[in-house]
């Protein structure tokens, strides 16, 4: 079982930048697949970024290519999110993703195991 706990929401003003944060723990960090959704009031949950597997190489959703970066440090378990030139269409709640096996990394399916999420509100 691998638990996860997201930190580094809050609310900030449009253009401005946040730093998410997942914690994982009780699995070997560096064999897990990891990814970041999001989900806005009223939609499904979408994808954000993620690291491919097998490849580890970052994969980005359009609507935040060039404007967020996925990272992690196995040393600590944590993957990470810089969300830069932030807009009010990013307020959610975003939650962090973690798979054994996740062949495609872009939809919830892919994931075995999820985080409580954190709140992201952009203002305008």
């Known amino acids: 079982q691998v638990q996860l706990v997201e930190s580094g929401g809050g609310l900030v003003q449009a253009g401005g930048s946040l730093r998410l944060s997942c914690a994982a723990s009780?699995?070997?960090?560096?064999?897990?697949?990891m990814g970041w959704f999001r989900q806005a009031p009223g939609k499904e949950r979408e994808f954000a970024a993620a690291f491919r597997w097998r490849t580890d190489s970052p994969y980005y959703a359009d609507s935040v290519k060039g404007r967020f970066t996925i990272s992690r440090d196995n040393a600590k378990n944590t993957v990470y999110l810089q969300m830069n030139s932030l807009k009010p269409e990013d307020t959610a709640v975003y939650y962090c993703?973690?798979?054994?096996?996740?062949?495609?990394?872009?939809?919830?399916?892919?994931?075995?195991?999820w985080g409580q999420g954190t709140q992201v509100t952009v203002s305008s």
């Open positions: 009780g699995r070997t960090f560096n064999s897990l697949t």
């Open positions: 993703a973690a798979g054994d096996r996740s062949v495609v990394v872009s939809i919830p399916g892919g994931y075995d195991y």
